[in-house]
């Protein structure tokens, strides 16, 4: 799933801008062949959520259909093409000139289709694009739960087993691309770094054919070259440097890899990656990158503005990072799916450390084996997806197997009772996803978010454990006090009985901008920053606590439901258009030093 790159041998035809778009309430489209030009249909900006373009269809979530019409270029005959679509959400099936190319489910990863055989050279070629987004218990994530998510806990339109919009759309651009014939299919690259400074890098090569192959290092004034031999589809090659310059928040260094095929002194394929020379490892109670212990300082994120919904927004991603460097931050996690490739190209240039998510969010365990299964079975797809996507990126350290998994008995755990022992299938559940995580990728720990009163099982199969935690909100409201006693009693509990590094990876208050009370009082500016200040007191005064994640960034979208004003979760440190609350002057004091 290598990202489309222009250069001499390979191209890109990007396809943002106004398509044409349908909404098919009644699902008639395929049968009545839309995929031939639509009728009556209304321009839509691509990237972007369907949802606030216009007024018919914020809560809109069936099927609707995009089109557009592009020529190709002739040069692109003696190619391979692909249609390239890097998020819908939530099930796409594509057409090309009428001719159906491949379907794909789940939002957030990206897809492509070998077009070659579908394409015109001498006429415009029709593209067509039919998107769904129906809440289905059995998806990943799940919807349309009888009786509200978190166990009941909570309801909310639409309907979600989550607490933010189900935004749908073509969410990330569209593109056509080509590549020679006999070209690079996939590239990994493992970076290393022993103890003395010395590093390497590791690039595994699959493609299919026997050819020559070159990779170039390039960087600190220098340029290593390896030639190497490509047969029965894989080949690999190593660098060993003395002194890299290692990839760190403080110097995101990266070196330039270029890998070419040839045959007989002729070019057959170039493909470039960055490449950021670190290690990861969890040892004891630390998390070391470059063998130095590392605290993550931050937030728990969403791909959430006005209008763009979930859309790719640059300018607001490039935002986001600048704030970033105003506060001193530097990680975040991609609660709670898979952000943009773009995302993890700035991170990597911006030495953000990335904890990243699969969209498994909300998983439950009541509805039977079959249901279970189902989504089980998405949950490695799109775990098989993410690290084929993003196992190149320096920014990436974690690998998230899922937020917030709602145990069986929550209304108990949650209380703190008494509970019945766990179905170990449950645990099975996690364990499949861990194992396929670490078989997948070794080179990076795995975890797991756990909503209060998770069970130790699940916490058990991570290499560091993510524990979200709203005491002084969600309870003990109003007396930060008490709810920070209560943390700090649970969090030694837990490292007591697991012994691993932990990060609270969610914690935050409901604040309304401009609102203030003195003394603090929940939703004033300083009830939050009091909020705040407390919870990461709590863990300076614990080592094994290795990263603070406050949730959240910025306001975002919800559903509607009596627990979330005006549509909003408001526990951003800044509003939904990046203004900072009290909260946020408070971290950038805390994260400057
Ligand atoms: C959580 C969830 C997050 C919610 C947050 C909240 O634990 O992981 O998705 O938005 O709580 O604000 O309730």
Same mark, same amino acid.
């Given at each position: ?12 035809l990007?396809?943002s ?11 008639v ?15 839509i ?19 609707a ?7 190709v ?57 039919r ?30 087993s ?18 020679p ?12 770094v ?11 090569l ?39 310059r290692?990839?760190?928040? =403080?110097?995101?260094? $990266?070196?330039?890899?270029? &890998?070419? /095929?040839?045959?007989? +002194? @002729?070019?057959? !394929? ?14 004891? =109670?630390?998390?070391? $990158?470059?063998?130095?212990? &590392?605290? /993550?300082?931050?937030? +728990? @994120?969403?791909? !959430? ?64 084996a ?22 190149n ?21 949650f ?54 935690r709203?005491?002084g ?15 700090e009693?649970?969090?030694?509990d837990?490292?007591?009985k ?12 409901d604040?309304?901008?401009g ?24 863990a ?19 559903g ?14 800044f ?19």
């Amino acid at each position: 799933m290598l990202y489309p790159q222009q250069n001499d041998v390979r191209n890109v035809l990007e396809l943002s801008g106004l398509w044409q778009f349908k909404l098919d309430p009644s699902d008639v489209g395929e049968a009545e062949a839309w995929f031939n030009g639509l009728q009556d249909s209304r321009l839509i900006a691509v990237p972007g959520s369907w949802n606030e373009q216009f007024e018919d269809t914020r809560d809109y979530l069936g099927v609707a259909w995009y089109a557009l019409e592009t020529f190709v270029p002739k040069s692109w005959q003696s190619e391979r093409s692909f249609i390239r679509v890097g998020s819908a959400n939530y099930h796409a099936r594509v057409w090309v000139n009428g001719q159906v190319v491949g379907e794909h489910a789940g939002g957030h990863l990206p897809f492509a289709f070998d077009i070659s055989s579908a394409l015109n050279w001498d006429k415009p070629n029709l593209i067509a694009i039919r998107v769904e987004n129906n809440l289905e218990p059995t998806r990943v994530p799940p919807g349309d739960l009888k009786g509200g998510f978190l166990g009941g806990f909570m309801t909310n339109y639409p309907n979600t087993s989550y607490d933010f919009f189900p935004y749908a759309g073509l969410h990330r651009p569209v593109k056509l691309f080509s590549t020679p014939k006999n070209a690079i299919e996939d590239i990994t690259v493992i970076t290393s770094v022993e103890a003395g400074g010395a590093g390497t890098v590791q690039v595994q090569l699959r493609q299919t054919g026997k050819v020559q192959a070159v990779a170039r290092l390039v960087g600190e004034g220098e340029t290593l070259e390896q030639a190497f031999q490509v047969e029965s589809g894989a080949a690999s090659t190593i660098f060993r440097l003395d002194k890299p310059r290692l990839w760190s928040p =403080k110097d995101p260094y $990266l070196y330039a890899l270029e &890998i070419e /095929l040839g045959e007989d +002194g @002729k070019t057959l !394929d170039r493909y470039s990656l960055d490449v950021g020379i670190r290690s990861v490892e969890v040892r004891g =109670k630390e998390l070391l $990158l470059n063998g130095e212990p &590392i605290f /993550l300082k931050d937030f +728990g @994120k969403h791909e !959430d503005f006005p209008i763009h919904g979930r859309g790719l927004n640059l300018p607001v991603l490039v935002r986001d990072h600048s704030l970033f460097k105003w506060l001193g931050a530097n990680s975040y996690r991609t609660a709670h799916y898979p952000y943009s490739e773009e995302a993890m190209q700035m991170a990597d240039r911006e030495g953000i450390l990335i904890i990243d998510e699969t969209p498994a969010v909300g998983i439950f365990f009541e509805d039977g084996a079959e249901n279970i299964a189902l989504r089980l079975k998405q949950c490695e797809q799109h775990l098989q997806e993410l690290v084929e996507r993003d196992k190149n990126h320096p920014s990436v350290i974690m690998w998230s197997v899922a937020n917030e998994p709602l145990p069986p008995d929550l209304r108990l755990r949650f209380a703190g009772a008494e509970v019945p022992p766990l179905d170990p299938s449950t645990t099975d559940f996690f364990r499949t996803l861990v194992d396929l995580s670490r078989k997948l990728d070794p080179s990076r720990p795995v975890t797991l978010a756990g909503i209060h009163g998770s069970p130790v099982e699940w916490f058990e199969l991570c290499d560091v454990v993510l524990v979200n935690r709203y005491f002084g909100w969600y309870s003990q409201q109003g007396r930060l006090d008490e709810g920070k006693r209560m943390l700090e009693a649970e969090l030694d509990d837990l490292f007591g009985k697991l012994g691993k590094p932990m990060i609270v990876s969610e914690f935050g208050a409901d604040t309304l901008a401009g609102f203030h009370s003195n003394p603090p009082e929940m939703f004033s500016e300083e009830y939050q920053r009091d909020f705040i200040k407390g919870y990461l007191d709590v863990a300076d005064a614990r080592d094994f606590i290795i990263g603070m994640h406050v949730w959240n960034f910025a306001d975002f979208k919800t559903g509607q439901g009596i627990m979330r004003v005006a549509g909003l979760n408001h526990k951003g440190v800044f509003t939904r258009d990046r203004k900072p609350k009290m909260a946020a002057h408070l971290l950038r004091e805390r994260w400057q030093d």
